[in-house]
């Protein structure tokens, strides 16, 4: 127990660290403040992670990135995981040939690679954030749906679920006082695991330039930049890539553990 509590402190040290060099790296060297005299200079004092082509600093715009991919992450897995947590809980409180109905439809779309759908959708719709903000949450619902689902019809299935039903209440009071709360550490497994495959498929997105347009940036835009030079400056590549991988990492220890917990 006592080592879990110092590698909170240590971890919560450093992110502290990490935000205050943040902040002092973009109040003097602003994200989008060019020196196209300096160009591309490899990492220094003065600039962290160094500069791009344009004289940009490169911590700077990944701080940047990072704020970009992290929202569009976090607002997008709540809109797949409030979809799926409604229909998994319509399918698995309803029964029958409701569900039966509602589950074949996940089966038929599950094997469909639907990373395409989205590449399609942006395409046809437009390289609008709302709409990939659509199209990313209409590809993550389905794993929180069958989820939610199967802790449903255990929980449907509890004496004090059948009580309340012998009591005469509401199927929408049952479903919001009673069966909701007893699954809300689900709903937050769910966000926590669906999360670092939004990140990672609106980067790819980003990265093959139909996701998050300029002059906007998160670091799926920046690694496909840095990939151009990554012979002549390979810095610019290796420092968004490594906060990539460390985002993504995190995160899925993180929602691990959040499994292991329930």
């Not at 005299?37 to 990944?62: E, I, K």
């Not at 094997?111 to 990939?132: A, D, N, Q, R």
């Amino acid at each position: 127990m006592r080592k879990k509590s110092i590698g909170v402190y240590i971890f919560c040290f450093i992110a502290i660290l990490v935000i205050l060099a943040a902040f002092v790296s973009i109040r003097h060297y602003p994200y989008y403040q060019q020196d196209i005299a300096l160009g591309a200079v490899a990492p220094n004092w003065s600039h962290w992670f160094g500069t791009d082509r344009l004289g940009r600093d490169l911590f700077s715009r990944v701080v940047y990135a990072c704020c970009i991919s992290l929202s569009v992450g976090f607002l997008t897995t709540l809109l797949a995981v409030s979809f799926g947590t409604i229909y998994g809980t319509i399918s698995g409180y309803c029964g029958g040939k409701i569900d039966l109905i509602l589950m074949r439809i996940v089966d038929i779309l599950y094997p469909i690679p639907l990373t395409l759908i989205v590449i399609l959708s942006m395409i046809v719709l437009g390289k609008h954030i709302c709409v990939l903000f659509f199209a990313i949450s209409i590809v993550e619902w389905m794993t929180t749906a069958r989820i939610i689902r199967a802790e449903v019809l255990r929980i449907k299935e509890s004496g004090y679920i059948q009580v309340a039903k012998g009591l005469g209440q509401r199927e929408t009071t049952i479903v919001w006082k009673h069966m909701l709360p007893n699954i809300t550490g689900i709903i937050v497994v769910c966000f926590i695991i669906t999360l670092p495959s939004v990140i990672v498929l609106e980067s790819f997105l980003s990265f093959l330039g139909i996701g998050i347009q300029p002059p906007k940036s998160s670091l799926g835009i920046l690694i496909a930049e840095g990939a151009n030079f990554m012979t002549t400056s390979p810095w610019q590549v290796i420092f968004p890539s490594m906060v990539f991988v460390v985002i993504i990492l995190t995160l899925t220890i993180y929602g691990d553990r959040m499994k292991k917990t329930l």
